[in-house]
């Protein structure tokens, strides 16, 4: 222990984080400022891993949730080694590696992507869970920690409770969370917005807390010691911190405190940005170098940890000698492979709803995917992933044996969790809900897009047919939602989900090869209430379905077709007895395509587009949500008939005839289309 190094450490993370705010004109100073402490403290000597190897999957994991203190974690990485000094002098620069708000960047020690309040720490809270399911399967020396770090503006996110009622709930002791309490935010003071406790808080969640000074070095170690001897409970160490701590006036008064400096650069406030740089040790003429004394001892630092490192690599080893098979295992699980699976082999009684497809599915995954955590927001009999719970069993505090997650009411949360699961790695993390209250999850669907994680989303109950249950349960607008992010690229130039709706129960039977296939991307299975009429098929169904694999097909194809009728879904069945009266009473040829995925169907080369939907025919398509579900396919020729006000409560019989969406009634619209061309 040395307190003058421990100190000039921390300053100058203070220093670097000015700097970059300043030098970008842009960012948020004061946080970094306040929570330089606890970093230091936290990665120079409690941290474990490996600076050789920053992949390596037994390593520690550290979840940010304020975002906008990204400038913190880059000082903390650059002394690490992580960043170069040109990196962080461009922080939130075109082309930088060292954006504004954190991008999961493993090999540079970022974790996950965080900005949004409230999903950083939710993120780590689904790692701890993925470590303890590994823990149950492969034996205690899978003891890595996962800290988390989250702000007053985290705390105050809803989603906090979800968090912190499941980590607490399930005793996710290798959870540690600073909270950085400074009882500043962005535009006011914390006590202008809020009076509750938050220690009582954490507390009836089941939560071990505990209050410190956040820039008493002792106080941050005994913290962090407790922490990780605690066996029972997720831990909360506040750190009572100040906003700004250094800065000072340009006649050298403190300047602490104060909400200006949460987000915007000190030389815009009543700080002065030269003379606060003088007072933390750092040459303004040169705000970017490392303190000699601390590039020292972080050299060093970085030599013992890759020791100690291989120290722990050498009892693996030893433990993978003496456990082939289960060693097989694991690498197995970390290698993100599936195991050889059967789809063909499920068995699907005839006209079943594809949630209930779905539940068959399941339940053949629960005994072939071993590593594999289903969860359900309090939906699980009816969203039926009940199919895999019935082969399990739910997680519980001190047993991780079983392989599904009850969330509770908490769609955000286990979103978020689910993400956190995936970026841990080893873990296959499938969440489902109804898909109106996919509304729900949208911001933790777009973080799942944006770091590309291969979370599998169930959403059922698709459509206005849930019926009774009226307008607030009835999806109408949610499809063409989720659509628009097929239509757009991730950051690898990548369709950034993939959104699939099946016919039938061969297609969800694809549709599920298909996602467990995605492993670049999150995926969402669209499924329906009711029953379904099987698509009809020469020879095996599953076998004519796998061509959805290509995004789209066609399940009628006749010869010089008079029109091609669109959908997905339910809607193919209703096309299907459509097109039966159009050829029997009209006289008319018609094909059918079924499009599962608009985005992986305009992947496809635009022969085989071409193929399925003929531009040179007149096209019409069939939706239960808003018509521009189908509009980019059938193009501006073509006629979509679908809804465009919400639903109503009666039975699903009845609003399939009051909106239109019945054989008879979908036949008349076809040739009243027909009729314009």
Request: glycine share 10%; aromatic share 8%.
């Amino acid at each position: 222990m040395n307190k003058k190094l421990d100190q000039q450490a921390a300053d100058n993370i203070r220093a670097l984080a000015v700097a970059m705010v300043e030098k970008a004109n842009s960012g948020h100073p004061g946080g970094p400022m306040g929570g330089a402490d606890f970093m230091h403290i936290l990665y120079s000597e409690f941290f474990n891993y490996d600076p050789s190897d920053m992949e390596w999957p037994f390593r520690d994991r550290f979840f940010m949730d304020a975002g906008h203190l990204s400038t913190l974690m880059y000082a903390q990485y650059y002394l690490l080694g992580n960043y170069s000094k040109e990196d962080v002098s461009n922080f939130r620069q075109w082309g930088s590696i060292t954006p504004g708000h954190p991008e999961v960047d493993v090999k540079r020690g970022i974790e996950n992507t965080s900005g949004p309040l409230g999903q950083g720490h939710t993120m780590g809270v689904g790692a701890a869970i993925a470590t303890k399911f590994l823990a149950a399967r492969f034996g205690d020396w899978i003891n890595h920690k996962v800290y988390g770090f989250i702000s007053d503006g985290g705390i105050q996110e809803e989603i906090s409770q979800g968090a912190g009622r499941i980590a607490g709930h399930l005793g996710l002791s290798n959870f540690i969370m600073f909270f950085d309490s400074n009882d500043i935010q962005l535009s006011t003071s914390t006590d202008e917005v809020t009076t509750e406790d938050t220690a009582m808080k954490y507390e009836a969640w089941g939560w071990k807390v505990v209050t410190i000074d956040g820039h008493d070095h002792d106080a941050i170690r005994k913290a962090l010691t407790d922490a990780n001897n605690e066996t029972e409970k997720p831990t909360l160490i506040i750190g009572k911190t100040i906003m700004g701590k250094g800065c000072v006036t340009s006649n050298g008064d403190m300047y602490e405190g104060h909400c200006e400096l949460h987000g915007k650069p000190i030389g815009a406030t009543g700080a002065d940005y030269h003379k606060t740089l003088a007072n933390l040790g750092a040459d303004a003429e040169k705000p970017f170098d490392i303190f000699n004394d601390v590039e020292a001892f972080y050299r060093d630092l970085i030599v013992e940890k890759t020791k100690q490192a291989a120290a722990k690599k050498a009892e693996i080893a030893a433990w993978k000698q003496d456990n082939t098979e289960l060693a097989e295992k694991l690498d197995f699980f970390l290698s993100g492979k599936l195991p050889e699976l059967d789809f063909a082999s499920i068995e699907h009684k005839a006209g079943l709803a594809t949630r209930a497809a779905s539940s068959n599915v399941l339940a053949y995954l629960a005994e072939n995917v071993e590593n594999m955590i289903v969860s359900s927001a309090d939906l699980s009999n009816s969203d039926k992933t009940d199919g895999f719970l019935k082969k399990t069993s739910a997680l519980q505090k001190g047993d991780f044996s079983g392989s599904f997650l009850q969330a509770g009411v908490a769609e955000l949360t286990m979103a978020c969790i689910a993400n956190g699961i995936a970026l841990h790695g080893g873990v296959i993390p499938v969440v489902a809900t109804f898909f109106v209250f996919s509304d729900y999850m949208k911001p933790a669907i777009r973080l799942s897009a944006i770091q590309e994680l291969p979370v599998k989303y169930v959403w059922t109950h698709d459509a206005f047919r849930v019926g009774e249950d009226g307008p607030t349960h009835q999806p109408i607008e949610q499809e063409a939602q989720i659509r628009l992010l097929e239509k757009m690229q991730n950051h690898s130039h990548k369709q950034s989900f993939l959104a699939l709706r099946p016919a039938d129960s061969a297609e969800t039977s694809v549709a599920w090869k298909m996602a467990l296939e995605n492993t670049d991307t999150p995926s969402g299975l669209i499924l329906s209430r009711q029953g379904i009429k099987d698509v009809p098929a020469e020879g095996s169904r599953y076998e004519a379905a796998l061509a959805a694999e290509k995004g789209g097909y066609l399940v009628k194809e006749v010869e010089n077709p008079d029109i091609v009728l669109v959908a997905n879904g339910s809607e193919v069945s209703t096309l299907i007895a459509a097109a039966e009266i159009l050829e029997a009473d009209h006289n008319l040829k018609v094909s059918i395509a079924s499009v599962i995925s608009e985005g992986l169907f305009k992947q496809q080369p635009k022969d085989y587009q071409n193929s399925v939907i003929p531009k040179n025919k007149p096209l019409f398509g069939l939706t239960a949500g808003l018509p521009v579900n189908l509009e980019g396919l059938v193009g501006d020729a073509g006629k979509v008939f679908g809804l465009e006000h919400f639903g109503y409560s009666a039975p699903a019989s009845v609003l399939d005839d009051k909106f239109g969406f019945t054989g008879e009634k979908v036949s008349k619209e076809v040739l009243a289309y027909l009729q314009t061309k």
